[in-house]
């Protein structure tokens, strides 16, 4: 697992180090509670300002584009996981998470994302989303619907893990 700041100042390096200190207990809980492992993660540790830009450049590079969509605001999540060459990217905006807390259950529901990437179909899926996106590939209509479906499953489950994040209580 590789954690690397993006654009962030010092100013965040307290929600920098928290990742750094928890990731590989999230990841642990992640694995003990899907039965799955979250494959090669790397974490992308930003704030509100970079965090649309540092999705942007992570899905680009997924599908090897250098156009398409740049939005400067949009994205109001604490994290966003995307698929890479290796398996996933985890973007953590340490900014808008208030708490330790808060970037421990961001982590936990990001790191499921990574571990689902590794179901079958699933990369593909997501792959074939992007390009669609980028305007690479259009997706077929009912291509588009079953990732809809599976995006939804996915937040669903990832949300109900997020409780084990009281296990990372005693890190401080």
């Not at 200190?21 to 540790?45: P, Y």
């Not at 973007?91 to 571990?115: G, P």
Request: charged residues 25%; positive net charge.
């Amino acid at each position: 697992m590789e954690i690397t700041p993006y654009k962030l100042d010092a100013r965040h390096q307290p929600g920098f180090a928290r990742v750094e200190a928890v990731a590989g207990n999230c990841s642990g809980i992640v694995i003990r509670e899907l039965g799955e492992g979250t494959g090669d993660v790397e974490i992308r540790v930003t704030n509100r300002r970079y965090f649309a830009e540092a999705v942007m450049v992570a899905q680009r590079q997924a599908i090897g584009v250098t156009h398409g969509p740049l939005l400067s605001d949009g994205y109001d999540y604490w994290g966003f996981t995307t698929v890479s060459s290796r398996g996933a990217v985890l973007l953590i905006d340490v900014e808008s998470c208030r708490s330790n807390r808060e970037i421990d259950r961001t982590l936990i529901h990001e790191l499921v994302h990574a571990a689902q990437f590794g179901r079958p179909g699933v990369r593909d899926l997501v792959l074939a989303g992007l390009r669609n996106n980028y305007g690479v590939h259009q997706l077929a209509k009912a291509e588009a619907k079953r990732l809809n479906r599976q995006i939804a499953s996915h937040e669903r489950e990832a949300a109900r893990l997020e409780r084990f994040a009281r296990q990372l209580r005693h890190f401080h």
